[in-house]
Nanobody
Framework: QVQVVESGGGLVQPGGSLRLSCAGSGSIFSIYAMGWYRQAPGKQRELVAT???????NYADSVKGRFTISRDNGENTADLQMDMLKPEDTAVYYC????????????????WGQGTQVTVSS
């Protein structure tokens, strides 16, 4: 069983910054990739940023230059630094982790957190 927990959401004014954190725990052998996704009211969940165990990153065009994803492989954590926030960044942000479990036969897993609310408003 693998759990993913997000933290760090909240209310911020336009132009402000927030840092989201994600931690994986449980029967983890390895994590290939961790990512942040978001879902605004009435919209589909969309990719925000992903990072592989090797450090390769991918960002949605809408957040390039403003958001930075980082991870600590040893701690199974991934952070999302969000700067120059805009009202359109308002959404529930979800963390995702893909990897293999530590219990034999080391099946793959794909786990989601419960989400954390980010609201950008004056």
């Amino acid at each position: 069983q693998v759990q993913v927990v997000e933290s760090g959401g909240g209310l911020v004014q336009p132009g402000g910054s927030l840092r989201l954190s994600c931690a994986g725990s449980g029967s983890i052998f390895s994590i290939y990739a961790m990512g942040w996704y978001r879902q605004a009211p009435g919209k589909q969940r969309e990719l925000v940023a992903t990072i592989t165990s090797g450090g390769s990153t991918n960002y949605a065009d809408s957040v390039k230059g403003r958001f930075t994803i980082s991870r600590d492989n040893g701690e199974n954590t991934a952070d999302l630094q969000m700067d120059m926030l805009k009202p359109e960044d308002t959404a529930v942000y979800y963390c995702n982790a893909e990897g293999r479990t530590s219990t034999w036969p080391r099946r793959p897993f794909n786990s989601w957190g419960q989400g954390t609310q980010v609201t950008v408003s004056s």
